[in-house]
């Protein structure tokens, strides 16, 4: 298959849904023809953040020299940006040519009945990835959970360490309604005698249902935050002053993402390097962990972009990701925006107007591309609603189609703010940047 071809057959594939199961791509793991026994995994779980942190360590390990593999989900703007090599999307001949082999062996093995159907989309690039950080012989391969945990395609492979960053109620309808529920799913990825940093509040249901599990596997348990490790952030020229004391050591960073809950990120990501280095006996000095962070950057959250009026574009899509938005709005002390909204129908939207009600002045109400889609008429009720309940007097409007969003959004003279959905970010930066990354 050549570029066109691959995402043809991938969009097909994806028509056919998705399966949480590992016994088939298990199968197909075990099965690989070429090799991925040299690569250092390292497995990034959690509800919000998981993405961030997955980016701090790739940063932090190529700081330190290594040859880096990064696997993340969703993209925002290209596919490719789902598979990368030191911070640098996959070549389009490399994608194709590692999903022509990942379906060429995955249809023998079903010609075989080593495996009961071929691989979902999901697990279509995550092979796609293992087999281009294989023939790339990176040194590390950082992994983001795609959903969940104990059923991610990301699960069959054993890390040298596993992060969970935190635990906030999203996909309750195929991870569980319960925050003990959910974290029991994200505790799956914890595997035999492999250390586990965890990310969730010391005294929270989450921590204790993942050290629990950690302690049923024999999985050495690290905290980011507790009373041995703290974490102190202070806001000054334009970036988060930090100091982490984590046990016997401490380190000062500078984390230039917005918003103060990237610093308990890059924290998470410290805490994983830290464990690493003493269980793989590969020290990262702690000038390349300081020039990791520093140098991280990540698309879509709380991204600033350079827009008359300025845009902030932030894929925010519950409510625990939207409160750190409402931190930063607070703390930037801003107000009277124009806000342009979507989201997805399986999400509890609600509770995510009101938290953004108080900072705006003008809402443009739009649809995310994807089929599960809120309509953003029925959008349109809610904020009526809410707005009527508040005493406010907002500018609505209800633009369906995102390009039209957005161009009436910049008919305003207020700064412009968009959320609500990383499939909204991703087609705002598309149409804002004109299909460029940068």
Not at 14 to 21: E, H, I, V
Not at 93 to 120: C, G, H, W, Y
Not at 235 to 255: I, P, S
Not at 310 to 323: A, C, M, R, V
Request: include cysteine; proline fraction near 4%; glycine fraction near 8%.
């Amino acid at each position: 298959m050549d570029y066109e071809e691959a995402l043809l057959y991938l969009k097909q594939v994806q028509q056919q849904g998705a399966k949480l199961a590992l016994y088939n791509i298990q199968k197909i793991i075990d099965n690989l023809p070429f090799d991925i026994a040299g690569i250092k995994f390292i497995q990034v779980a959690g509800t919000n953040g998981k993405g961030s942190t997955a980016h701090f360590l790739t940063s932090i390990l190529q700081e330190a020299g290594k040859k880096v593999g990064l696997f993340t989900s969703p993209h925002l703007q290209d596919i490719r940006e789902r598979i990368t090599i030191d911070k640098s999307w996959i070549p389009r001949q490399d994608f194709a040519s590692s999903l022509t082999r990942v379906k060429e062996i995955a249809e023998n093995l079903l010609r075989r009945a080593a495996i009961d159907n071929m691989p979902t989309f999901f697990e279509h690039i995550f092979l796609t990835a293992l087999c281009y950080f294989s023939r790339r012989q990176v040194d590390f391969a950082v992994l983001e959970v795609g959903l969940g945990g104990r059923l991610d395609a990301t699960s069959t492979i054993t890390p040298e360490v596993s992060v969970i960053t935190n635990i906030s109620l999203d996909h309750t309808k195929t991870l569980g309604r319960r925050i003990r529920d959910i974290a029991a799913e994200k505790a799956g990825i914890i595997k035999p005698g492999v250390p586990v940093v965890c990310g969730c509040s010391v005294h929270s249901i989450s921590n204790r249902v993942i050290e629990q599990a950690a302690l049923e596997k024999g999985a050495p348990f690290f905290n980011v935050l507790d009373g041995k490790n703290r974490l102190q952030t202070v806001k000054q020229n334009g970036c988060y002053h930090c100091t982490y004391a984590a046990r016997d050591k401490e380190y000062k960073f500078k984390v230039y993402l917005n918003g103060a809950h990237q610093a308990k990120n890059a924290a998470a990501a410290v805490k994983a390097i830290y464990v690493l280095s003493g269980t793989t006996s590969l020290p990262i000095p702690e000038e390349c962990i300081y020039d990791g962070i520093a140098k991280n950057f990540v698309p879509g959250r709380i991204e600033i972009l350079d827009t008359t009026p300025p845009t902030i574009l932030d894929g925010g899509h519950n409510i625990e990701s939207i409160k750190a938005l409402r931190n930063f709005l607070q703390q930037e002390k801003k107000s009277d925006l124009t806000l342009v909204f979507g989201v997805l129908r399986d999400k509890k939207y609600r509770p995510m107007v009101s938290l953004l009600l108080p900072f705006v002045k003008n809402v443009i109400l739009t649809e995310p591309v994807s089929n599960r889609a809120l309509p953003a008429a029925e959008l349109g009720e809610v904020f009526s609603q809410k707005q009527a309940r508040a005493g406010l007097n907002l500018n609505i409007k209800v633009k369906k189609n995102p390009r039209e969003a957005i161009e009436e959004a910049f008919r305003f003279e207020e700064d412009i703010l968009v959320t609500g959905s990383l499939y909204l970010a991703g087609v705002m930066r598309n149409i804002i940047s004109g299909g460029k990354n940068g």
